[in-house]
């Protein structure tokens, strides 16, 4: 079973940024396809972006061009690079994989 931890997370300023880290574990990171979701409160869960097996790429219209998905392979981490951070972009983030999900980090954007 593929265990996630995601850290990185925290309060910042509106244009900051911030690096989310998913350590996975129980089976390589790079077969598999893993993504980036996030959940603010009262709201519904969103895709954020996702990276296939091949390193293909895809994200969300509401964060493309800021945010960028990449995974160390050497490292067995997946990772979350958010610039220009906004308050909209404040939720708790969750990564994917494996069938499996992590327990999340919050992110707080103030403006």
């Known amino acids: 079973q593929v265990q996630l931890v995601e850290s990185g997370g925290g309060l910042v300023q509106a244009g900051d940024s911030l690096r989310l880290s998913c350590a996975v574990s129980?089976?390589?990171?790079?077969?598999?396809?893993m993504g980036w979701f996030r959940q603010a409160p009262g709201k519904e869960r969103e895709f954020v972006a996702t990276?296939?097996?091949?390193?293909?790429?895809f994200y969300a219209n509401s964060v493309k061009g800021r945010f960028t998905i990449s995974r160390d392979n050497d490292k067995n981490t997946l990772y979350l690079q958010m610039n220009s951070l906004k308050p909209e972009d404040t939720a708790l983030y969750y990564c994917?994989?494996?069938?499996?999900r992590g327990q999340g980090t919050q992110v707080t954007v103030s403006s």
């Open positions: 990276i296939t097996w091949s390193g293909s790429t």
């Open positions: 994917t994989g494996g069938g499996s």
């Open positions: 129980g089976r390589t990171s790079s077969s598999l396809a």
